[in-house]
């Protein structure tokens, strides 16, 4: 068995603390792990997300001993960074520029939600229908 | 400052990068805004719109494209000498889309100003984000590595090196500062990115 510790994993969208072996460069984790906090399930076709699959051509960078995963290989995979800090016990996942990318490109501004200083949420979708100027800014 | 637009299916929608709430609030408070005034203590709209430098402004149609992306403007002419930017010449076109007399962008037009993030920023964002939940959790020594990080990944990201300075204890305004800014600047590296026309 690999022996695990506790790791905070984040996310644009959250944080969660996972099961994981940090070391050598590689963060080893259970499949049900991968699906709960990051989506995708380690299939014998790939790394999937629903429908999408993601073929594995280097088994080798995404699988670990007694079934685990690495997820090094499955940001790389996916493009997306990670950066782990063994010392904290965490780790960020990102985005990956392609998909960032590729939303732009669509030209659909992306939909967001967020708090006002009341701790209202607002929606850019709740103003269709209106022209929007938005401002991205800060006190600093 | 563009009440006189509301009438015409106009929004203004503001989103502030900082630490806390409590950062934008003097701010925000002084200004007694009628619009959204958001606080995004993530910089999870940096990330999502590729916002390089603050202020960034985006204009979104009515339906929800974009059809001016980053682009520079500000509020009055304060900082004219220093940004080179007249805060006229925004507004004008701002005001001239709002009323229909001048159509936004096309879409050829925001294909090419539109800008997209590269490998190296995204990983300098995950530095940053990595680092900036660090800081929340009061480990500032830890995190102090992972923004440097960002920065040598992205100088371009002013969101992120910037952004992170008060988190270092440093002056965002302070003398680091403008030594950072001129040296970026002396490498050929832009501020202001203004779209011309």
């Given amino acids: 068995m690999v022996q ?6 984040i996310r644009g969208d959250g944080v969660s603390a996972i099961d994981a072996r940090v070391s050598g460069g590689r963060v080893l984790i259970e499949p049900a792990v ?3 906090a990051v989506g995708w399930h380690r299939r014998p076709e790939g790394l999937c997300r629903g429908e999408v699959c993601v073929p594995v051509r280097d088994a080798a960078a995404i699988d670990g001993p007694d079934g685990t995963v690495d997820l090094v290989g499955v940001a790389d995979l996916l493009g997306r960074p990670l950066v782990v800090d063994a010392e904290a016990k965490a780790a960020y996942l990102g985005e990956a520029a392609l998909d960032r990318a590729a939303m732009l490109r669509s030209q659909v501004a992306p939909e967001f939600t967020l708090p006002d200083l009341a701790g209202r949420q607002h929606s850019l979708s709740e103003h269709r229908g209106k022209k929007v100027f938005f401002v991205a800014w800060a006190s600093w | ?3 006189e ?4 299916g106009f929004v203004v929608i503001t989103v502030a990068f900082e630490r806390t709430a409590d950062d934008a609030r003097e701010w925000i408070d002084a200004a007694s805004p009628s619009h ?13 719109y590729h916002v390089e430098n603050v202020p960034t402004v ?15 403007a ?3 002419n304060m900082f004219q000498d220093f940004t080179g930017v007249d805060a006229e010449v925004h507004k004008t076109a701002l005001r001239r889309w709002v009323r229909g007399e001048t ?3 096309d879409r050829d037009a925001v294909d090419r100003h539109l800008r997209v993030p590269t490998e190296a920023d995204q990983l300098a964002r995950a530095e940053f984000g990595l680092g900036r939940w660090l800081w929340e959790q009061g480990r500032a020594e830890l995190a102090r590595a992972h923004f440097q990080r960002a920065e040598e990944l992205a100088p371009n990201l002013w969101t992120c090196w910037r952004g992170s300075m008060r988190m270092q204890d440093e002056d965002p305004m302070g003398e680091l500062f403008f030594e950072k800014m001129t040296a970026y600047r002396g490498d050929g590296g832009v501020m202001a990115r203004v779209i011309a026309e």
Avoid: K, N
């Fill in chain 1, 4 to 9: 695990m510790s506790l790791l905070s994993l």
């Fill in chain 1, 34 to 36: 991968l699906e709960t």
């Fill in chain 2, 1 to 3: 400052m563009f009440e």
């Fill in chain 2, 5 to 8: 637009l509301r009438e015409l």
């Fill in chain 2, 36 to 48: 959204p005034s958001l606080i995004d203590t993530t910089w999870a709209i940096a990330d999502l």
């Fill in chain 2, 58 to 72: 985006f204009w979104i149609d009515e339906e929800g494209l974009i059809v001016r992306p980053q682009d520079v």
């Fill in chain 2, 74 to 76: 500000f509020g009055s």
């Fill in chain 2, 103 to 105: 159509p936004a962008l």
